[in-house]
């Protein structure tokens, strides 16, 4: 009985504990079917959550080493619904707030400030209020403003570039923003790592060969000489024929990419092809010397005027007869036009092609124009008279830029570089002999000393140049009152490091010709570029 | 018998010391993990405010050291004037 008696007790405390052990486990079971999934995703939401990983948009560097477009980290500051009026008194606090509590929209997500620095965020990361956000931000800085904006461009508030240099790059300087899953502790700061859910790809920076103070001596001078001579647009393009590189490329109007109220201007030295005029004299030139149809020191006969399909081709004087690098030095047209005559149709475009006339220039750039050459078949005489002075074809200021390297380069025609970090050679191919090309540099050199180039002279230097100016195509008539001046010159001395383009479009009837508009201008910007990179005159010393 | 009894004993401490030992080191290990993984996210948000700093200074050195500032501080407060061409 005593044994039952004991036994029974035993029997119940170990029922009791079955039962009881049974229902925890059946509740389990039920918790686990029912609703395993529902509390294991309220459980991830409080402890897990999707982060993203955030590249930092590259900076364009110029070849000094500086920057030209960087990103600067800020930290937007949200209130979100509910935010209190004695939480937003302890931001108060911290940092100095724009707005007050009145004008902070409480009912819904709503901006407090921007732009936090580190130091301030972490300030209101330290009070520890719920209700409010902080979202990382990017803001693009270009410090060179307007001076180099139609190169560079600009790049939007999501980071995505929008104009210029950083459309081209775009995938380059904005990497691939990732996200992953992150453990994270009761305060909400990441704990631990559990998967990439996206791999982020880092951004990279672009190093360019522009070099920034010749780009603002380019600029600065461009824009004094387009608001002198009430003109409206121009363009300077700086060729380093040593390294084969672009120091510089300044194109008005610009914009200020810094502002969100800018207007885009196109890049003109790329985009705005235009008929060159006399300016592609000595490239004609070239052609026939290769050729041996004429020789530099060769005498012609040069009339004042000459008729060709019955339209009347005339000089400002007579010279009876001239030189070959006579021709080129006083601009003759009847000159040149004898001299297209003599080389033909086919010669003549071959030539301008050779040259890298109506093909694509090899500028990684959004958009950019090459020109265009009169190649009809039934050419008449008239139409190969006036390709020999620069009409019936198109040139961007680049093209012609590189165009006249060639006669500093021996002949040889190079595609100049214009971003460091393409590791691509750059296109190069001998088109002309090493003798033309010092004779068209004769005849060059005799432009600046004795022609129409004379205002571009540098004083202790030699230069090799040439002025053109263009009457505008407007409506498919020819108006002479709007003009584009050019010149381009080779210097310094026989070194021939730098070629300069310059151009001043739009002018008026007053002083308009490449002589008296463009040369001084390649004057102010070579001295000021002779003296930046080192070349002195023996006076100086 | 007593002594494979004793021997199964043995094997069976010795693999609960084990496990207890490596549980020690799994948890030491894992916080070991989120200690390293909250301080590289330190290092990588203090590395993008030097960065940021950097940037800032670059920006600001290169706004000192621009031609177009010169130029103007040394026209306007030294009153200096361009070099003009030496004559012989």
Known sequence: MIAFYQNWRLFLIITFFVLAFGGVITRMIMIQTNQGLFLQSAGNAQNQSIREISVKRGTIFDRNGTPLAISITGFDLFALSGLEKKDFEKLFQVIDLEKSFADINTSKKSLIQKNLTFEEQRKVLELQIDRIELEKTYTRHYPMGEQIAPLIGFSGRDQYGLEGLEKSFNSLLAGKVGSEKILKDVYGRPLDHIEILEPSIASKDLHISIDSNIQYMAYKHLIQSIKSHQATAGTVVILDNATKQVLALASYPSYNPNSPQRKIQKNRVFLETYEPGSIVKPIALAGVLEHNLLAIDDEMEVPIKITVDGNIINDRKQYGSLKVYEIIQESSQVGATKIALLAGRDLMIENYKRFGFSKPIHINFPSTGFGDINTKDDMTDIEVATLGYGYGLTASPFQIAQAYAVFANEGIYHDYQLVLDEMSSQYHAPIISKQTADDVLTALYSVTTDGTGKLANVKGFSIAGKTGTTEKLQGGNYKSSTYTSSFVGIGPDQGNTITIFVNIDNLGANRYSGGQVAAPLFQKIATDVYAYLGYFEDNDI | ?88
Not at chain 2, 11 to 17: A, G
Not at chain 2, 28 to 52: D, G, S
Request: aromatic content about 10%; hydrophobic content about 50%.
């Open chain 2, 1 to 88: 018998m007593m002594n494979s009894k004793f021997l199964f004993l043995s094997i069976i401490t010795i693999q609960l010391i084990c496990i207890f030992f490596l549980a020690i080191n799994l948890i030491l290990v894992r916080w070991e993990i989120r200690e390293n993984f909250a301080l590289q996210a330190n290092l990588i948000e203090q590395n993008e405010e030097l960065t940021n700093q950097h940037n800032q200074l670059l920006t600001e050195q290169f706004f000192l050291d621009s031609p177009a500032r010169i130029e103007k501080i040394a026209k306007q407060q030294l009153g200096m004037v361009q070099k003009k061409p030496l004559e012989l």
